[in-house]
């Protein structure tokens, strides 16, 4: 492959699983570069990360997930690199399902795919995540006519221009949702593919049952008004 | 009713004063600074002019005292909006630079270790 893919990372506190990612990435050929970017982590992420050979970007402060995710875009955009692909840095998401969402990039007619686990049977999630993410997935449905039912997933592709408007752009918070609503605003196109995704293997998910109401109300006003806006 | 109008003047007059010392000192900004120095100036104004206060109340149907705590809570809401307002875009502002920051400093260890990526 002589496209080159930016495998940004974002990681905090992920000394135990962040190794097994990038070499999972590694064994995907030379197209592929791993960027992690290090959300002021206190544990050993860096060190185990650049032993594995990946580019690591060091946030001086944390950021959370979107503002992560949005210096890995803008690293791959100021690079030029072809594609971005967004990877949890806690094993969730088997390196070896990114060529399945950078090969509709590359044909042409998508700018973003999201990889999904749920268009495949079997996946286990709590009640209260698998009703918002269906809550979601129908304000998408009914406000733009996206179908996407696993809009929370964090594994992810855009090409360059996505990554242009995602590096000025992005939401901060809880971005997965939102990112999608912008890019249907901003006129790209948006596809969903089914992947595997494992179970985390250490640590917890950030959304707790306690947060997952408040994460739906937040996510769900910060669409509605972004119906309004101009982007 | 002149105990209120007497303490309200003191207040305001204080308050003038206050914004102008830290204005002078260059403790806050000016687009702040008029902001304040409007409140307090309108706060000034009712007291030393009551009966505009109680046009007011007699308008809205609140009672004197209310009314004048309706004004200040007014103000006050004003205020933290625009404070809400102002952290947004500091938030915002901030997180341009802690990521610039980064990808400068990459750079900066990819200079002194001879890497070009």
Not at chain 1, 36 to 64: C, Q
């Given at each position: 492959?002589d ?7 974002p990681?905090?506190?992920e ?7 990038i ?5 995907l050929?030379?197209?592929?570069h791993v ?5 002021s982590?206190?544990?050993g992420?860096?060190r185990?990360?650049?032993?594995e ?9 944390n950021?959370?997930?979107g503002?992560a995710?949005?210096?890995?875009f ?9 594609a ?18 950078v ?15 749920l ?10 995540r ?21 809009a ?5 592709a ?5 990554m ?9 918070d ?6 999608l609503?912008l ?29 997952a ?7 769900l006003?910060a ?9 | ?7 309200v003047?003191?207040?305001a007059?204080?308050f ?21 120095l409007?409140t307090?100036?309108i ?11 109680s046009?007011?109340s007699?308008?809205t149907g609140?009672y004197?005292?209310?009314a004048?705590l309706?004004?200040f809570?007014?103000?006050l809401i004003?205020?933290?909006m ?27 260890r990819?200079?002194?270790h001879?890497?070009?990526?």
């Amino acid at each position: 492959m002589d496209r080159r893919v930016a495998v940004v990372i974002p990681a905090y506190n992920e000394e135990k699983s962040i190794a097994g990612v990038i070499r999972g990435v590694k064994a995907l050929g030379a197209g592929y570069h791993v960027v992690v970017i290090n959300d002021s982590s206190r544990d050993g992420t860096t060190r185990n990360a650049e032993a594995e050979g990946a580019v690591v970007i060091e946030l001086p402060v944390n950021l959370g997930i979107g503002g992560a995710v949005q210096t890995g875009f803008k690293y791959a955009f100021e690079h030029g690199f072809d594609a971005a692909v967004q990877v949890d840095g806690d094993g969730q998401h088997p390196p070896d399902q990114i060529p399945l969402l950078v090969e509709p990039l590359f044909e042409g007619g998508v700018d973003m795919v999201v990889g999904s686990r749920l268009l495949a049977s079997g996946y286990r999630m709590t009640f209260m995540r698998g009703l918002g993410i269906r809550l979601i997935s129908l304000f998408l449905r009914t406000f733009t006519g996206m179908s996407v039912r696993d809009a929370t997933s964090g594994f992810r592709a855009v090409n360059r221009g996505l990554m242009n408007f995602f590096a000025r752009s992005y939401p901060q918070d809880y971005p997965e949702p939102e990112s999608l609503l912008l890019a249907f605003l901003k006129g790209f196109k948006v596809a969903e593919v089914s992947v595997r995704m494992d179970y985390r293997k250490y640590g917890n998910s950030s959304i707790t049952p306690f947060r997952a109401v408040y994460y739906m109300t937040k996510v769900l006003l910060a669409m509605f008004i972004d119906l309004f806006r101009e982007v | 009713m002149f105990q209120i109008r007497l303490f309200v003047g003191i207040v305001a007059i204080l308050f003038f004063i206050a914004t102008f010392e830290f204005i002078r000192k260059g403790r806050l900004r000016e687009e702040y600074a008029i902001l304040w120095l409007s409140t307090s100036s309108i706060i000034a104004i009712l007291s030393l002019w009551p009966g505009l206060v109680s046009v007011l109340s007699e308008a809205t149907g609140l009672y004197y005292i209310t009314a004048v705590l309706a004004i200040f809570f007014s103000f006050l809401i004003a205020v933290l909006m625009h404070y809400s307002i102002t952290i947004s875009k500091m938030k915002e502002t901030n997180k341009e630079l802690i990521q610039k920051c980064a990808l400068l400093e990459l750079r900066v260890r990819d200079l002194e270790h001879g890497r070009s990526q």
